[in-house]
């Protein structure tokens, strides 16, 4: 009796040892997921820290969008997002003053000092289309690239010469280190110079919306994804060569007033930088990109 009493106590034992050595092992491949997925795939948790990007004016409602998004997400992260055009990104973040530099255009049209250029590293997120807009008393459906580069070079003047009213044409500009300048000079102005001398600047896409609104017989350009939702009535936006600004259009080369949109680290991004930037062009966050009026990357890539 004995001899079987201290057997069962045994088994207990050995059984009770055993369950232990399984709850162990199974804590430790939690922990090695964990560690998995602190490498950058979906589901990291770990995620902290303070993040600060600046720039692009056109590029910023949708990084507002997806730093609120990732912060839910990942609650030890902290970012702020600020405006200032796309030299203003770029420069800060090669003077380390901000981790982020959004940008509509490559850092190296951007950047002041060379010297630093070899150390920044461009990412593509989104693409993004910019369209003419007009005062709604403008009765112009669309502009040839010509006629654009004529009414910014200051050759016409008057809205009749392109087949609208008698009506003076007033320009609206945006400053030299804004990227959506840099692209409408780039995509449609090519090799003729804007006249500086007629007009205003104005330093933002709100700006010239609002701008644009209370000027007669205005004209400038913003980007698309200020004129989705409540403001997608705001301005009149103008055809370019007989083509409209959507994803089908740019895809098929047949609408040119276009970009990408870059996020511009110093170095390789790393931890909260990354996984942020990771995010905004992933799929994850992709409709919420097209819904915004950006172009995702994988209708691009």
């Known amino acids: 009796m004995m001899l079987k009493r201290n057997l069962k106590l045994a088994m207990a034992a050995l059984f009770i040892t055993g369950a232990l050595t399984g709850c162990g092992n199974s804590d430790n491949n939690d922990q090695t997921s964990g560690a998995t997925n602190d490498q950058g795939n979906e589901g990291n948790t770990s995620y902290s820290g303070t993040v600060t990007l600046a720039g692009s004016t056109a590029l910023q409602p949708l990084a507002e969008e997806a730093a609120t998004e990732f912060m839910q997400k990942y609650p030890d992260v902290s970012i702020t997002v600020q405006g200032g055009g796309s030299g203003t990104g770029v420069n800060q973040v ?9 940008s509509d255009v490559p850092s190296a049209e951007k950047i002041e000092d ?4 070899g150390e920044l590293v461009d990412t593509k997120v989104a693409g993004i289309a910019f369209s003419l807009v007009v005062n ?30 008698d009506e003076k044409i007033n320009v609206i500009n945006r400053p030299a280190s804004s990227g959506t300048r840099a692209t409408f000079e780039k995509t449609i102005m090519k090799d003729v110079a804007i006249d500086e001398s007629i007009g205003t600047v ?18 400038s350009y913003v980007a698309m994804s200020y004129l989705v939702g409540d403001k997608a009535n705001a301005l009149t936006t103008l055809k370019i060569d007989g083509a409209e600004p959507t994803i089908e259009n740019i895809k098929a080369q047949k609408y040119p007033f276009w970009s990408y949109e870059y996020m511009v680290t110093k170095g390789e991004p790393k931890d909260a930088v990354k996984g942020f930037i990771d995010f905004i062009k992933g799929e ?14 994988s209708e691009l890539e």
Do not use: C, H, R
């Not at 060379?114 to 250029?117: E, G, L, N, P, V």
């Not at 609002?210 to 004209?219: E, F, R, Y």
């Not at 994850?284 to 172009?295: D, L, P, Q, R, T």
């Open 94 to 102: 090669a003077a380390g003053a901000v981790q982020i530099g959004n």
């Open 114 to 117: 060379q010297s630093k250029a």
């Open 136 to 165: 709604k008393d403008v009765k112009v459906e669309s502009l040839t690239v010509q006629q654009i580069q004529d009414i910014f070079s200051g050759k016409v003047k008057n809205w009749k010469e392109v087949g609208g009213n």
């Open 202 to 219: 104005q330093d933002s896409n709100g700006a010239v919306e609002q701008a644009i609104q209370t000027t007669p017989g205005s004209v």
């Open 284 to 297: 994850e966050f992709a409709a919420k990109v097209k819904e915004m009026g950006y172009i995702p990357m």
